[in-house]
């Protein structure tokens, strides 16, 4: 077992007593698929090897909440009744899940910690809302499905955030198996997973260190704007329920008849949908090549047609064309910050590595820090 986990019992003995439900929440990578997930498309997701572990015990102090978060060092408590979505910092997204999945005296003491970096693009929100819900539900007997799990932590992350997200993240967090990627149906909810193998190529994240302030707006906007366009295409007589029902061909037609950037917004998610789809059969046939190359298509229509990046991501994505070890590279995630994801040679990383940072650091005078991927369990093949 990791230190983490003895840590988190160690302090949940220490603090409460005896830990009853201990689990792992990873966080998540996206090989291609961005912005698809509210759009009813495809993505292709998995868990990470970097996770938050949460030890949980009931207590029977009339709807009390105590929790302590370890990294932070921060212990906190709360009535059930009091969970309010304009309350700061992680307690938001605590509050969110307990207001979702229990009753006002349902109290609980929780201890959480754990090496997945938070801020980092690899959905570290998700993986406390994830985490602790999954908690909530073996503490409670809540007998939920994962599935509605997954769905009742994305409907409370939605309520106490304001960001309409999609479903990928908790899906993945949930349902992710260790080695494999996710084809992720976001219409019927299908999946399929398959073994990510590489070759002689791995996957390298580089992070940005930036969250911009207006990633949470845009982000709505953005949804708007495809809804936009979705609406515009019925009331020309076409059966539409999403962009995931517009072909290429389709959206061509009415280029004249959509404002520019709502055609822009469209043309992305069209086309992004496809590369999912390509993504994976170059996955299949271990054609690095062709994955390269899509994730450079899909960083390019991030940054001129569906405009969610931001100049670090970019500067970044730029710098590994330069880079004969680097096959491709996008943003992943929301975007306006957080990392990106690249596909490298093995024996090569290290020295990518080392060059991107000098020459981010040179630029931006900022430290970029690297992860190399490995794809852990998701909460339910952990438990
Ligand atoms: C965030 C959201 C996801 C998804 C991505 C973009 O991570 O939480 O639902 O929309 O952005 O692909």
Redesign the pocket.
Known sequence: MSTFYNTIQQKFTNLFGQATTILHAPGRI?II??????NNGY?LPAPVDKKLSFAFAKNELNGLVRIHAINLDEYLEFQLEDANPKTKGWLKYIMAITDTFLENDQGFDCVFGGDLPIGS?M?SS?ALTCGLAAGLNNLFELNYSPIDLVKRV?DA?AKYTG?R?????QFTIAMGKENQVLLLDCQSLDYQYFPLVLGDYALLLCNTGVQHELANSE?NTRRSECEEGVAILQSKGETIESLRDVSLAMINTYRNHLDPIIFDRCYYVVKENARVLEACKALQNNDMMTLGALLYASHYGLQYEYQVSCPELDFLVKQTEGLPEVLGARMM???FGGCTINLVEKKAVNRVIETLSSQYFEHFNKKMEAYKVAIGPGIFQSQ
């Open positions: 996206n698929g961005e912005h698809t997930d509210y993505v693009g959905s998700s994305q992350e960001v997200g999609g479903i990928m993240d982000y995630g929301g975007g």
